[in-house]
């Protein structure tokens, strides 16, 4: 948490995850997943975001297939 004005980003962190709960909620009544991928992740490396989805990806499409 940061340090300065502490209360402002608390609550709109708390705000911001209840919006992402409620979005991916609509999104799984409408048959989709969602994938979060941060800006930090892709920065760090984007070879470990690509398989990332591409895990998802194949669970999705193939789920006959999952790695154990």
Avoid: C, Q, Y
């Amino acid at each position: 948490m940061p340090k300065t004005n502490a209360r402002f980003w608390r609550d709109k962190i708390l705000r911001n995850k209840e919006r992402d709960e409620e979005a991916d909620l609509a999104l799984r009544r409408l048959g989709w997943k969602a994938v979060h991928i941060w800006e930090h992740e892709i920065k760090k490396s984007v070879d470990k975001v690509a398989e990332k989805l591409e895990a998802v990806l194949m669970r999705r499409l193939l789920p006959s297939r999952r790695k154990s």
